[in-house]
């Protein structure tokens, strides 16, 4: 079962690291002026020096923070999913599955997007095996909703392991509806 793709991962991460840093420098600085100021009158220290230090630590610490977060984040939606598998149960129960780790918008995307991905692998693995499919044909549902990266790709085929100009296997992106039907080899 694949895992949600790198991108979303990394995705995930910088958002993070974003609002991380920002609280670390935050309460480091405040931590660093009352620090100074508890060493009493007299004493004098250059802010612009402590603050390329705080930045500095709060950047390290926070990259050092988010991957354990994202690794932990990783681990509960693979085995968040793999439940959900076992189970046999609706998406919904995914995305039930899913939101305490990610919040209820994250998690229907998650849910949505990796099932998707696993329909699709899925498939392709049974078509391979079958050995009387060596095409794919991209499907969506041509609606209003369908994307500027998805319209195009409506009705295209590509070999069994090819990539669709670049776009891989559905889901072409988060959220994405589309399929694969087969071609079966005359």
Do not use: Y
């Amino acid at each position: 079962m694949p895992l949600p793709t790198d991108a979303f991962w990394s995705a995930a991460e910088k958002e993070l690291l974003d609002i991380l840093v920002s609280h670390l420098m935050a309460s480091a600085k405040v931590g660093g002026q009352q620090a100074l100021a508890g060493l009493g009158e007299g004493v004098s220290v250059d802010f612009a020096l402590v603050n390329r230090a705080v930045e500095k630590w709060a950047r390290e610490m926070g990259l050092e923070l988010v991957k354990g977060i994202n690794d932990t984040s990783r681990k509960a939606a693979t085995q968040a999913i793999a439940d959900w598998i076992d189970s046999g149960a609706a998406i919904d129960d995914l995305m039930a599955l899913l939101e305490p780790w990610f919040g209820a918008t994250r998690a229907e995307m998650i849910a949505v997007t990796e099932v998707t991905r696993a329909f699709a692998e899925g498939n392709v693995a049974a078509w391979r095996e079958s050995g009387v499919v060596d095409r794919v044909k991209w499907q969506t549902a041509v609606d209003e909703l369908v994307c500027p990266i998805c319209g195009p790709l409506a009705g295209t085929t590509d070999t069994l392991d090819g990539d669709f100009g670049g776009v891989g296997h559905p889901p072409a992106h988060v959220r994405c509806r589309c399929w694969l039907l087969p071609v079966v080899t005359e």
